[in-house]
C-alpha cells in the first residue's frame, strides 16, 4: 500500500515552471481538460486518444509518476496530453496559471485522497480557499467534474464548491455531453477497483456561473 503525499509539505511549495500552451501541446488552440490527482495518468492516455480534438492536462503530487508519465507521452508521441508535478493548489493559486486557464473547459477531481481524520482534512485537495481561486480563475461555463467511493469526502467536497456563489450542480441527468468530450467514456484506476468491488460512486457537476 502507498503512502499518500501531504500536500502541506513544504517540498511543494515551489512549483514548476508551466510551459506556454504552444509548448505542452501540439494544437495550443483546442479546450483543455484539467485532471487533478491524475496519479500515473492512464485515464488521460486513454481520454487523449478516445477524445482527440481536445488537449488534456494532468497534475500529480507524486513526482516518479509524473516522470514516468511525461516520457510515456514523449514515447507514444501523443501531442494532446501533458502532465505537470506538484501541489495543485500551489500551482493554479501561481500567477502561471494564466497560462493555462486561457483555454480550461473542465476540471475532473476523480477519487481524491480522502484524508479521513479530521484533523488531515486540510490536507484534502478541495478547500473553501482553493475553491475561491477557481471562481476568480475560471471563465464563466467551466465545469467541475467530482468523483469518490467515500461519502464523507463526498459530503465536504459538495459541501465546499456548493457554499461558493459562483459554482451551480448541474443534474447529472440534464447534463448533455459534447460530442467532442465526454470525461466519463473512460473509467479512472480507481474507479474500475470500485466498480469491480460494488462500491458505491458518488458524483455531481458543477458549473461556474
Ligand atoms: C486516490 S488517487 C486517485 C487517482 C486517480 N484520479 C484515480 O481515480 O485513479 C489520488 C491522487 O491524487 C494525488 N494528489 C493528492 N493531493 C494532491 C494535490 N494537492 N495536488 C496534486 N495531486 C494530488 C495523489 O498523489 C494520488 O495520486
Known amino acids: 500500500m502507498r503512502q499518500h503525499v501531504n500536500p502541506l509539505s513544504i517540498n511543494f511549495n515551489q512549483i514548476e515552471r508551466i510551459p506556454s500552451l504552444g509548448e505542452m501541446f501540439g494544437d495550443s488552440k483546442l479546450n483543455l481538460h484539467l485532471d487533478i490527482g491524475c496519479a500515473a495518468g492512464e485515464f488521460l492516455?486513454?481520454?487523449?486518444?478516445?477524445?482527440?480534438?481536445?488537449?488534456?492536462?494532468?497534475?500529480?503530487?507524486?513526482?516518479?509518476?509524473?516522470?514516468?508519465?511525461?516520457?510515456?507521452?514523449?514515447?507514444?508521441?501523443?501531442?494532446?496530453?501533458?502532465?505537470?508535478?506538484?501541489?495543485?493548489?500551489?500551482?493554479?493559486?501561481?500567477?502561471?496559471?494564466?497560462?493555462?486557464?486561457?483555454?480550461l473547459k473542465s476540471i475532473s477531481f476523480y477519487f481524491p485522497d480522502p484524508w479521513f481524520k479530521k484533523r488531515h482534512y486540510k490536507r484534502r485537495v478541495i478547500q473553501p480557499e482553493f475553491i475561491n481561486i477557481l471562481s476568480n480563475l475560471l471563465q464563466k461555463g467551466t465545469l467541475i467534474f467530482i468523483k469518490t467511493d467515500v461519502k464523507d469526502l463526498f459530503d465536504y467536497m459538495d459541501y465546499t464548491i456548493s457554499n461558493n456563489f459562483y459554482f451551480k450542480t448541474i443534474d447529472k441527468k440534464d447534463f448533455n455531453y459534447s460530442e467532442s468530450f465526454n470525461p466519463n467514456k473512460v473509467k479512472t484506476n480507481r474507479e474500475k477497483y470500485v466498480i469491480n468491488n460494488q462500491l458505491d460512486i458518488f458524483e455531481r457537476i458543477y458549473i461556474k456561473i
Open 45 to 103: 492516455f486513454d481520454l487523449a486518444l478516445v477524445n482527440t480534438s481536445w488537449n488534456y492536462l494532468g497534475i500529480e503530487i507524486r513526482e516518479k509518476l509524473v516522470k514516468n508519465a511525461k516520457l510515456k507521452v514523449l514515447e507514444s508521441e501523443i501531442k494532446n496530453l501533458y502532465f505537470l508535478f506538484g501541489n495543485a493548489n500551489n500551482i493554479l493559486n501561481d500567477v502561471q496559471s494564466e497560462l493555462i486557464i486561457k483555454n
